[in-house]
């Protein structure tokens, strides 16, 4: 069960965090992998390297998700050079924090550049690829706080509310496509991004965890195998919350 054999798959932001995460398991699980990355190109290389050391196989690609020209060239030769693409894990994001009556409008443009349009302009080329083979799994990476707010996050909690809207619109576009389409939700999860978390607010927010751990990559590593597999054969368009009960 779970296995992946014959599929490629690209992961993007795969160099760092829970996009590592999703990227090694996939690999774990025999898909061929596309570790995408935009500045950390040793940390993308590590990952390759890692993977093909356990006797899988990887590839780094840059490109800026940000920018639509440099994403449609670096996807469509990665499609050419390995025929197909079968799995596409959107990822990459970033988060801009402040109160919204500190927010800059630059900030709301920023975030949905990378977290929105980046993700979307993905999901368009890989499934015109998805559609030929008739298969294909399209994993959008959203946050608990689309569901959930957070003081201090509403840039970034919009921008992550846009993509479960847009999953989910997607999904019915290509049922008919064989291609599922669906959300993971992480919750808490130790990465460079939660780093910077002051430690008292960390402590506060473990007591509210009722699994009483933070996540880590590999726990949304799994939900992407799962969602990649013949076993979802029969879902599609779903949030699957991965936060240890954070939010149910
Ligand atoms: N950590 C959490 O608790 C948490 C919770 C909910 C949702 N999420 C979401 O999960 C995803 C990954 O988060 P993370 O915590 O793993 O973040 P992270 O540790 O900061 O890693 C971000 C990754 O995204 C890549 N990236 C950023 N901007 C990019 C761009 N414009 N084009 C291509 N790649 C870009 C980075 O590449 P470089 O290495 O090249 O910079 C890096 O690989 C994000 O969408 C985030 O919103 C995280």
Redesign the pocket.
């Known amino acids: 069960m779970f296995r992946l054999d014959g599929k490629v798959a690209l992961v993007?932001?795969?160099?760092?965090?829970?996009?590592r995460g999703c990227a090694e398991a996939l690999a774990e699980c025999g898909a061929k992998v596309l570790v995408?990355?935009?500045?950390?190109e040793a940390?993308a290389r590590e990952v390759v390297d890692g993977i093909v050391a356990r006797g899988g196989a990887a590839e780094a690609v840059r490109?800026?998700?940000?920018n639509v020209k440099e994403t449609e060239t670096a996807i469509e030769a990665a499609i050419r050079s390995h025929g197909k693409l079968d799995i596409l894990v959107a990822?990459?994001?970033?988060?801009i924090d402040g109160l919204l009556l500190r927010l800059k409008d630059d900030d709301y443009a920023k975030i949905f550049d990378?977290?929105v349009r980046?993700a979307l302009v993905c999901a368009k080329l890989a499934t015109k690829s998805m559609m030929r083979a008739k298969w294909g799994r399209v994993i959008f990476?959203?946050?608990?706080v689309a569901e959930m707010g957070n003081a201090g996050q509403t840039a970034y909690s919009a921008s992550?509310a846009a993509v479960v809207g847009a999953a989910k619109s997607i999904a019915h576009e290509f049922a008919s496509r064989n291609i599922t389409v669906n959300v993971i939700s992480?919750?808490?999860?130790d990465?460079?991004?939660?780093s910077s978390m002051p430690a008292p607010v960390r402590e506060r927010l473990l007591q509210t965890i009722p699994l009483g751990r933070t996540g880590a990559?590999k726990d949304i590593g799994s939900a992407a195998v799962y969602l990649a597999s013949d076993e979802a054969n029969y879902v599609t368009g779903q949030v699957l919350r991965v936060n240890g009960g954070l939010y149910m």
């Open positions: 993007t932001g795969g160099s760092r965090g829970i996009g995408n990355f935009v500045n950390g940390a490109f800026d998700v940000a990822n990459a994001g970033i988060a990378v977290n980046g990476v959203s946050s608990i992550k992480p919750g808490f999860i990465t460079d991004m939660t990559a």
